[in-house]
């Protein structure tokens, strides 16, 4: 595997992979894939999904997105096109357990080879009454024994629809954006420019550092944010995701960054105190 240099944003370097693959070739290596990302966990960056097929084409590489988590703009008119490039690929996974709001185990692979699936996964045995492609899942996966882990996704689809999903992501990236707005005008900042809901935010000059802040507000039981690094800085990262956040659970969150960056007792921290 070859981890391939950035832009500085967090994106993939069209440049560094395609320089990549062509000193692998010349030292006689054998690339067979490139794997490139729609919604970093991290930070939610959208790789260059277009310019990484046309490179794939160029050498004959399979072109696989990982599009986990931010696979599920598919679902909003506009916000789809965040996402040019991805219907290029050879092979894309989404998670619905993740912004698609299934539950847990619940993932999508999506390819336009399907023979390619049943080739490599296909197995006859005597004790299998049947083998027939496309009507027989378990022939296209490792997994044979598996329940239906689908109905989740086609429950959740059969009560929302696509519209009802758009406006569950749309929503959510609208709160990111308050939640952005919010903190810069109280001086902090934001290190990522993503197209999804979530921020990668760094305090102001002379507050706690990153690691206590987090640790407070976790304590505090209010919100739940996560410490982590972004191009090398290190960064507050805060994802909204969750269909029944509230404006109010946003202002929520402000207050207790807030708090924490200049280590004030949240009010529940002070009613324990007061219970001791």
């Not at 619940?106 to 390819?111: E, I, N, R, W």
Request: overall charge negative; hydrophobic content about 45%; aromatic content about 6%.
């Amino acid at each position: 595997m070859r981890l391939v240099a950035t832009d500085g944003n967090g994106r993939l370097d069209p440049n560094a992979l395609s320089e990549a693959i062509a000193a692998d070739l010349g030292a006689g290596r054998v690339p067979v894939m490139i794997a490139a990302t729609a919604g970093t966990t991290n930070a939610g960056m959208i790789d260059p999904l277009a310019p990484c097929a046309e490179i794939a084409r160029g050498f004959g590489l399979w072109y696989h997105v990982d599009a986990a988590w931010g696979g599920a703009l598919i679902a909003s008119d506009g916000l789809r096109g965040k996402l040019a490039g991805l219907e290029q690929a050879d092979s894309v996974t989404i998670d619905a357990h993740k912004w698609f709001a299934t539950t847990m185990g619940c993932g999508v692979f999506l390819s336009p080879h399907a023979p390619i699936l049943s080739a490599a996964f296909h197995v006859s045995a005597n004790y299998m009454p049947s083998n027939t492609v496309g009507v027989d899942p378990y022939i296209t996966s490792v997994q044979w024994s598996r329940r239906f882990l689908g109905l989740r996704l086609f429950l959740s689809l059969a009560s929302a629809g696509w519209k009802g999903y758009a406006r569950h992501i749309e929503r959510a990236i609208e709160l990111s954006t308050t939640l952005r707005e919010e903190l810069e005008a109280r001086g902090w900042s934001t290190a990522n420019d993503s197209s999804l809901a979530v921020l990668c935010i760094e305090p102001p000059s002379g507050s706690r550092d990153i690691a206590a802040i987090v640790s407070d507000v976790l304590a505090s039981g209010r919100a739940w944010v996560s410490a982590s690094r972004f191009e090398e800085r290190s960064v507050i990262r805060a994802c909204i995701t969750h269909g029944e956040t509230t404006p109010e659970d946003v202002r929520q969150l402000v207050e207790a960054l807030e708090a924490a960056r200049e280590a004030r007792c949240s009010r529940r921290d002070i009613q324990k105190l007061g219970n001791i």
